[in-house]
Every structure is written in structure tokens, then in C-alpha cells.
């Protein structure tokens, strides 16, 4: 076979203006898979550049003209960019390649675009498609392993790729790592919930650990496991192994009952600094947190534990999912302020209601009901819009009580009162940066912005309210504005999508057939 010039490219972020936020810390937020693309792709004997894009970088200038493959992995806020890239590079005479979340939870809609659309991933699946590499169009090849791969290449192996992506990082460095996949629990809001749990190999991850330590002095780690510690031990002995005391930090995302007092302890001992567990309601999903409680009995219970955390761990962001069903009234948002008022050192991180396509099997229910919103992908990040129709509030009424408890939130009196109660120089900088820029000032303009909008713009709130599918100009020119240069590539049509395809998929046969990928 001959030799490839492949390009990869990790879109961590979906426009060229970051935030402050963003430039400090995009480059931390990189995927793994995008590195692990790049090494089998070596191992095949191909040519690799890997970018990952952090909002700073010219697209159009770092990736070579005359690729002849380019993978790009993507979330469902970056499709319009990665559809307007894969346009350009199909120009110039490559073959391109869509995966992760997008891919995953839009394959129907990718598939319009890329020439192949990868969903789970393993060596076997990129060989078969090198392979192959041809363009096929109108509609993309849709390929998937059976399952989640068993194994993935060392930190060693993608090293080269991993310190190129972190030294765009301008003062805090995080090193992602993994080891597992999929998740023992079952939330039906989550793209794990139908994945069997799977740890990666424990003996592997030593290695990672100490080899990371002969690169980096005194290495962060972003665990992107997608629920942290479900084989707690093994995971402890693992670090306990590979790193003497003080020698590395660790940032990861748990969930509460996971975190007991002993667990915390030994979190602490081996240099656990952050910790991102998923509240997400005060009535709905309590089997995450593992809580039977509800309201205001909920809020006290996780509030304690919460202040519990922060004494072991410096930093803790709580994250919650607003405009769920089981909520209602003025109750759910009264009781999150309680909440920042009983736990004032918690970083609470708020998601709308959102429902990415395929990626949960709650998402058939809220198709079949019709109330799924076209909102194009660029704003499906769970901030800049909700594609759900709530059932309890009309949405003047939601995003009233959006903007009240995001202002009570990034307020000055609580963005004062989580300097002391966080212990330690890094946490209190990062809450302050945090909330005065995009994740919490931004957030409070945003959403104030929408309001006003629902108020005062027919278009906006009969979009919102499903009785047109006509984009309102805000969202149009918005689009335009921060795509930039790469607007002028994006292909006709790629602005809108079917969003209840998942739906059609499960009850038209000729559709199923369709997009069922060459599972191997
Ligand atoms: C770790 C994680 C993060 C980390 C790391 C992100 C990163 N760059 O990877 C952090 C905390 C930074 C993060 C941030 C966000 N996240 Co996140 N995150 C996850 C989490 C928990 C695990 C994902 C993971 O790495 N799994 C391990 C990998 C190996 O497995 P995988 O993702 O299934 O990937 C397989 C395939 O998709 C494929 N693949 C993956 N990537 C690529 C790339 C290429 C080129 C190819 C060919 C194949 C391929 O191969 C893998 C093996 O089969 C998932 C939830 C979950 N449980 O999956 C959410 C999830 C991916 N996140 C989500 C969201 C919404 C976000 C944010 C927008 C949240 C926010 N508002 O800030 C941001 C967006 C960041 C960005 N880069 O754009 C959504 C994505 C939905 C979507 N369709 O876009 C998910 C699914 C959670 C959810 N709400 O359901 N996230
Ligand atoms: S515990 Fe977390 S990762 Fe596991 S299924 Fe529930 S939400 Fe998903």
C-alpha cells in the first residue's frame, strides 16, 4: 500500500476567538483519540501531521495542502466547522474522516459530508479504512468495531503528539490520560449508559505514569475516564506503584458515591487536586449521585459531602443539568442557590437540557414527542442553546430562572465567598478567571441576551417553540461571525439537520439499513 500523507486534526474548540478562559486552558482540553489516531496511522506506515485546534491557530495554513487523508475528531459544537473543513480538503483531493462525539451521535447527518464516519474505533477500523481510501460520496462510508477498543497505544507511543498539544498551553499543563472505558451504571441520559465497563489495563497505566514522569517535572493528569475510580483500588495501586509522594496531581471526573471519606483520603495521598462530580438535579437522575433523597433533603446531604471533598481535595466543580422533566416551579432553582450558599466553595457548572442525537437512549423519548429543536450543531454544547423543549416551563419562564440562578451564581458576594473556602493559591485563581470570564460573566450576558430576545424577536421564540424550523437571523449571523474565514466553505444545507433522525433510523427500515455501519 502506498504511503499516506495523512493530516489529523483534534477541534477542541469551534471558533478562532477563545476566551481568556480558552487560552489558558483549550489546549488542556485535547482528545486522546485524535493521538491514538496518529500513532496507528504511523504504525501502518503513513505520514502524520496531528493539529489540535485551540481557537489561535490559522487552519487554513497549518494543516499541508496536498493531504491525501484527513481525520478530524470532532464534538456535535464543532460539526459546522468540521463540515466546512472536510468541504475545503474534498477540494484539494483528500479523502476525510469524521470521529468522535459528533460522528458518534449524528452518523445519519456526517455521513453527508465525510467520506467515512467512524464510530467506536480500533486499530482494525482505521487499517479497513486506509485501506479502502476512497471518496465516497454523496453519502459516507459509516464503520464501527463491535465494541469500544481493548486497547489503546501507551503515552510513550503518542508522546510525540501529546507534548506538541500540551506546549500550546500557556501557564497550567494537563497530560489526558485513560484507563477504561464505558461505565458499570446505566443513567439513560448518558452515551455510557449502554457501554459495558472496561478498564484498560492496569499494568499499562504504571507505565504511562512513570514514563510521564521522566518527561514532566511535576506533571498535572486529566483522567478522561468517563466515571473515575470504578475499580478504585487497582487504579490507587496503580499510581501508589508508578509515582513516589508529591511527585504528580490529578484532575478527575467521579461520580459522588464514589467518593467516600476513605476513598478521598487516599485521593488526597496521591495528589488528587480537582475533583468534577455530576450533581445534575435536585428531583431527577439520583441514581447518579446515588442518592434516594429530593429536594431540599438532597441539598443538604450533597452540600455536606461536597464540604466534606473540600477538605481532601482543593478543587470541586459540581455539575448540574437544568430543564430536566422531573423539575419544576421556581423550587429546583431556589434550592442550586441554597446549594451555593451551604457548599460556597463549589465551582458549579451548569448544562441545558440537551439532546445530542444517538447519544442516550432518553433522546428517543424526547424525538418521539417532537420535542427536539433544529438548533444547528454549532450551539449544541449545552450553553448557547437547549434543543429540548421543556415540559414544565414555558421558555420565558426558564431562561427567567436560567439567568437568576447563573447571576446568583457569578455573583461578587459568591465569587468572594469561594475565595477562602477554597484552600489552596491554583483553585482560588481558577474560580475567580472562571467566572469572570466565558463560563460565568459570558454566560450570565448570553443568557440575558436570549431572554431579552424571547421577549422582543417572533422569530426566535417561534423557533424556539417548534413552530417554524426558519433559522432566526440572531443565531444565522452568529454562525457567520464566529466560523470566520471557514463560513465560506460550509456546504449547502450543512446549516440544518433532521433531529429526529435516531427516531427515523429505529422505525424506517429502508433508513436503518442505510445508516447501519459495516460493523467488524
Ligand atoms: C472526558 C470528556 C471530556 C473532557 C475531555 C474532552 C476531550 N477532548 O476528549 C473534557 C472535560 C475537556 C470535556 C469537555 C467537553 N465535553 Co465532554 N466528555 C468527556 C467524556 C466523559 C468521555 C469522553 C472520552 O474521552 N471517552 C474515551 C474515548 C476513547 O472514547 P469515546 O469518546 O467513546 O471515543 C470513541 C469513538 O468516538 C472514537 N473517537 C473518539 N474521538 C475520535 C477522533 C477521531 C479522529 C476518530 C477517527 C475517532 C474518534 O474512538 C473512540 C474509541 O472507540 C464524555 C462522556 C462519555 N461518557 O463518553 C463527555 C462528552 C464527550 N462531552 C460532551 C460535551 C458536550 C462536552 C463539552 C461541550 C461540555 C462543555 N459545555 O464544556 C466540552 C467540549 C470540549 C471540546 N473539546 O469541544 C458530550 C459530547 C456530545 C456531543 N455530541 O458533542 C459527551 C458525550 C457527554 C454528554 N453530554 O453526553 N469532555
Ligand atoms: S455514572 Fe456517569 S458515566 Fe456512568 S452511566 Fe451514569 S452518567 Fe454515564
Redesign the pocket.
Given at each position: 500500500m502506498r504511503r499516506l500523507r495523512i493530516g489529523?486534526?483534534?477541534?477542541?474548540?469551534?471558533s478562532p476567538n477563545p476566551s481568556l478562559y480558552g487560552r489558558i486552558m483549550?489546549a488542556?482540553?485535547?482528545?486522546?483519540?485524535?493521538q491514538?489516531?496518529g500513532v496507528w496511522c504511523e504504525q501502518e506506515g503513513h505520514d502524520v501531521t496531528l493539529v489540535c485546534y485551540t481557537g489561535l491557530e490559522d487552519l487554513l495554513v497549518e494543516l499541508p495542502r496536498d493531504l491525501d487523508v484527513l481525520?478530524?475528531?470532532?464534538?456535535?459544537?464543532?460539526a459546522q466547522l468540521a463540515y466546512a473543513l472536510s468541504n475545503l480538503f474534498r477540494q484539494r483531493g483528500a479523502v476525510t474522516?469524521?470521529?468522535?462525539?459528533?460522528?458518534?451521535?449524528?452518523p445519519e447527518d456526517a455521513r453527508k459530508y465525510f467520506d467515512y464516519v467512524?464510530?467506536?474505533?480500533?486499530r482494525t477500523v482505521?487499517s479497513e479504512m486506509l485501506r479502502d481510501c476512497e471518496p465516497h460520496r454523496p453519502y459516507g462510508a459509516h464503520l464501527s468495531?463491535a465494541s469500544?477498543?481493548v486497547g489503546?497505544p501507551t503515552l510513550r507511543e503518542r508522546w510525540k503528539f501529546t507534548e506538541a498539544t500540551v506546549a500550546k498551553a500557556p501557564t497550567i499543563k494537563i497530560i489526558?490520560m485513560?484507563g477504561s472505558?464505558?461505565?458499570p451504571y446505566t443513567c439513560s441520559?448518558?452515551?455510557?449508559s449502554t457501554?459495558d465497563y472496561q478498564p484498560l489495563g492496569f499494568e499499562d497505566l504504571r507505565d504511562d505514569l512513570a514514563f510521564l514522569l521522566t518527561k514532566v517535572k511535576n506533571p498535572i493528569v486529566?483522567?478522561?475516564?468517563?466515571?473515575f475510580g470504578v475499580r478504585f483500588d487497582d487504579y490507587m495501586e496503580a499510581v501508589e506503584a508508578a509515582v513516589p509522594p508529591g511527585r504528580m496531581r490529578h484532575i478527575a471526573?467521579s461520580s459522588l458515591s464514589l467518593l467516600s471519606e476513605p476513598h478521598l483520603k487516599r485521593l488526597r495521598e496521591n495528589g488528587f487536586q480537582a475533583i468534577?462530580p455530576g450533581i445534575e438535579s435536585w428531583y431527577d437522575l439520583g441514581n447518579k449521585s446515588k442518592t434516594r433523597r429530593t429536594g431540599m433533603d438532597k441539598v443538604t446531604q450533597v452540600a455536606d459531602h461536597v464540604n466534606m471533598i473540600l477538605r481532601y481535595i482543593p478543587y470541586i466543580q459540581t455539575n448540574f443539568v437544568l430543564g430536566l422533566d422531573g423539575d419544576n416551579g421556581n423550587e429546583p432553582f431556589e434550592l442550586t442557590k441554597k446549594f451555593i450558599d451551604l457548599a460556597p466553595g463549589a465551582f458549579p457548572?451548569y448544562?441545558l437540557l440537551?439532546a445530542?442525537?444517538r447519544?442516550?437512549p432518553m433522546n428517543l423519548d424526547y424525538q418521539r414527542t417532537g420535542r427536539v429543536l433544529p438548533f444547528p450543531f454549532h450551539f449544541?454544547?449545552?450553553?448557547h442553546a437547549m434543543n429540548v423543549r421543556p415540559k414544565n416551563y414555558s421558555w420565558p419562564e426558564f431562561y427567567k430562572h436560567l439567568v437568576d440562578v447563573t447571576r446568583y451564581s457569578f455573583s461578587w458576594k459568591a465569587i468572594a465567598r469561594r475565595i477562602p473556602a477554597t484552600p489552596t493559591m491554583i483553585p482560588k485563581w481558577m474560580n475567580v478567571v472562571r467566572a469572570v470570564s466565558s463560563e460565568g460573566f459570558g454566560r450570565i450576558r448570553y443568557h440575558e441576551t436570549i431572554l431579552g430576545l424571547l421577549d422582543t424577536d417572533r422569530s426566535v421564540r417561534r423557533f424556539m417553540e417548534g413552530e417554524t424550523t426558519q433559522l432566526p437571523e440572531f443565531y444565522a449571523s452568529r454562525i457567520r461571525r464566529e466560523l470566520g474565514p471557514a463560513y465560506n466553505y460550509l456546504p449547502e444545507g450543512a446549516l440544518e439537520h433532521d433531529p429526529n433522525a435516531y427516531l427515523h433510523a429505529t422505525t424506517e427500515p429502508g433508513l436503518a439499513q442505510l445508516t447501519r455501519p459495516l460493523v467488524h
Open positions: 489529523i486534526l483534534d477541534l477542541v474548540t469551534k483549550n488542556n482540553l485535547a482528545s486522546i483519540m485524535p491514538v489516531i481525520f478530524i475528531g470532532a464534538f456535535t459544537q464543532s474522516v469524521l470521529g468522535g462525539p459528533h460522528a458518534r451521535c449524528y467512524l464510530g467506536f474505533t480500533d482505521v468495531a469500544q477498543p489503546l489526558p485513560i472505558l464505558g461505565c441520559f448518558c452515551i455510557d457501554v486529566g483522567w478522561h475516564d468517563p466515571n471526573e468534577l457548572a448544562s440537551s445530542f442525537g447519544a442516550a449544541l454544547n449545552n450553553n
